[in-house]
């Protein structure tokens, strides 16, 4: 008996051991476990207040893109050619330009993406998009700096077709001793690539020393009027558009006072009797004179009080002063795209 008692002892003591091992192993996992979770729960948090750093990072990059964007749109860094634009701290910003006004503008700051999207004020209401007739002076004087006033022209094309007025119908009328839709003529429309070449085309005349104005905003009128006596223009396919929903504006370009046709009083009054029935049909015209040197008094009182349309909202003359040839696209791109066409019209989807 007393063996047996004995040999039940030595067999549990056996066992008990196993079971303590088990136990410690139990627990070790439990505390383990805990001790794993505790950890990520950290890490998770760690990581939320970094990606909460980069979130706020990013938000500044999309703000930069946004003003990026505000001042590409008024002409005042270059164009962006590229899809995103990185900085020197590792943030950067990506411009997703949506057409019609609109653009998506998205900052990154390590993994963190925060975006906003561009909508202008005035888009929901639709304004309109306009037709514009370039009146442009080829007389002989802008031979010596042609090259420079059609890069001038093209930029000028190039800022509207990849804008919110990418919906702009552009034609050309020039004018010399006479205008005529036979010379440097271009219908209104919107492919840039061929308002472009017509650009390319003008001949800037060397025998022809004059400035026939009042020529030259009668065919643009014409355009902008639906004649259906120009060429290549059948009255089923008109190239101006209604005027309740796309308003009509001249853009002239010259470097003289009209001196044709007849005595040079004559030729200012009789542009004079053409710009206030353009007007009067509803055309905003706006000028730019190109005048190198001193101001031409006389180029200015003139075209500020006879020529140029007033701006309703200043009370001013739309009359713009370039210095020189080079300075043009300036002009064209700081005045007349901004000022005028972006700050007031906005193209519909």
Known sequence: MNQKIKNIKLS??????????????????????????????????????????????????????????????????????????????????????????????IGQAGNSKRAFLIKPQGYGSCQPAPDVMLVIDRSSSFNVSQLTFRSALKDFIND??????????????????????????????????????AIDNIDFLLDANEANVKEGIDLAQRELSNDPTLPGHPPAVPHDRDDTTNPDFMILITDSVPTKPGTNANAANVATAAAAAARSAGTTILVIGIDPGAE??????????????????????????????????????????????????????
């Open 12 to 105: 549990y003591n056996r066992y008990s051991g196993q079971t303590m091992l088990l136990t410690v192993l139990v627990l070790s996992s439990t505390l383990l476990s805990v001790a794993l979770i505790a950890g990520l729960l950290m890490l998770f948090q760690i990581r939320q207040a970094g990606d909460a750093t980069n979130s706020a990072k990013a938000v500044f990059a999309a703000d930069s893109g946004i003003e990026w964007w505000f001042y590409n749109a008024k002409g005042l860094v270059p164009s962006i050619n590229t899809s995103s634009v990185a900085f020197n701290n590792g943030q950067s910003f990506e411009i997703i330009n949506l057409g019609s006004g609109k653009a998506k503008v």
């Open 160 to 197: 509207v077709s990849s804008s919110s007025l990418d919906q702009a119908y552009i034609g050309i009328s020039t004018f010399a001793d006479i205008a005529s839709p036979n010379i440097g003529f271009l219908h209104l429309g919107n492919n840039s690539s061929s308002i472009k070449t």
């Open 296 to 349: 031409d008094i006389n180029m200015t009182n003139f075209y500020s009080n006879n020529i140029a349309s007033t701006d309703p909202n200043t009370g001013n003359p739309l009359y713009y002063r370039a210095t020189d040839y080079g300075d043009l696209s300036g002009s064209l791109r700081s005045n007349l795209y901004n000022n005028i066409l972006v700050d007031r019209l906005m193209a519909c989807p």
